[in-house]
Antibody, heavy 126, light 110 residues
Framework: EVQLVESGGGLVHPGGSLSLSCAAS????????MHWVRQIPGEGLEWVSR????????NYADSVKGRFTISRDNANNLLHLQMNSLRVEDTAVYYC???????????????????WGQGTTVTVAS | QSVLTQPPSASGTPGQRVTISCSGS????????LYWYQQFPGTAPKLLIF???QRPSGVPDRFSGSKSGTSASLAISGLRSEDEAAYYC???????????FGGGTKLTVL
């Protein structure tokens, strides 16, 4: 069964740090480009970050650049998101999602984010 | 403010055909493929359409996508009550060097 399972969410004070993980199973994780997408409850989806299959190419949304770090451990089928200098506006459900249709150095014309985790909740409050 | 623009709501009666629009620019929709995601309350999004008009296996052919220039649309024919959900369009944006989502359209089946 294809599965992504996020963990690490919780309550943190503004300025604090939190580390999220996403464990993959049922897929060849090392072939997937992986994303973090977040959603404030009741609101829309916001893309956070992307990492390519071998970790050599990384992109961030401007809203998290310099504060969040995405990384992956292909040996253990894990995706990570280190979140530092957290703000109240980072409060959201964080989803990991995978794109298995990228090739080489590009995701142009990929098959989209075809596998998603169930999400983990991050609350930043004093 | 979302990268792509969608109407916040849409509605239809069972059996009807409804369309949801998605507007972008030359740095996103005008340059690359468009994707659609479906999300039910309290659950993760699910890929509905990829590469403008392709359906993943298991997605009914009642769902179709199209793209023209810097706009795209999702059409749902033979509307069913179980189609009531939020629908999001998405495309890579070269200017942002990131994935842009639409604000989402909540579809109500009357």
């Amino acid at each position: 069964e294809v599965q992504l399972v996020e963990s690490g969410g919780g309550l943190v004070h503004p300025g604090g740090s939190l580390s999220l993980s996403c464990a993959a199973s049922g897929i060849t994780f090392s072939n997937y480009w992986m994303h973090w997408v977040r959603q404030i409850p009741g609101e829309g989806l916001e893309w956070v970050s992307r990492i390519n299959s071998d970790g050599s190419k990384i992109n961030y949304a401007d809203s998290v650049k310099g504060r969040f770090t995405i990384s992956r451990d292909n040996a253990n089928n894990l995706l990570h998101l280190q979140m530092n200098s957290l703000r109240v506006e980072d409060t959201a459900v964080y989803y990991c999602a995978g794109d298995g249709g990228c090739s080489g150095s590009s995701c142009y014309g990929s098959s989209g984010l075809d596998v998603w985790g169930q999400g983990t909740t991050v609350t930043v409050a004093s | 403010q979302s990268v792509l623009t969608q109407p916040p709501s849409a509605s239809g009666t069972p059996g009807q055909r409804v369309t949801i629009s998605c507007s972008g620019s030359s740095s996103n929709i005008g340059k690359t493929y468009l994707y659609w995601y479906q999300q039910f309350p309290g659950t993760a999004p699910k890929l509905l359409i990829f590469r403008n008009n392709q359906r993943p296996s298991g997605v009914p052919d009642r769902f179709s996508g199209s793209k023209s220039g810097t706009s795209a649309s999702l059409a749902i024919s033979g509307l069913r009550s179980e189609d009531e959900a939020a629908y999001y369009c998405a495309a890579w944006d070269d200017n942002l060097d990131g994935l842009g989502f639409g604000g989402g359209t909540k579809l109500t089946v009357l």
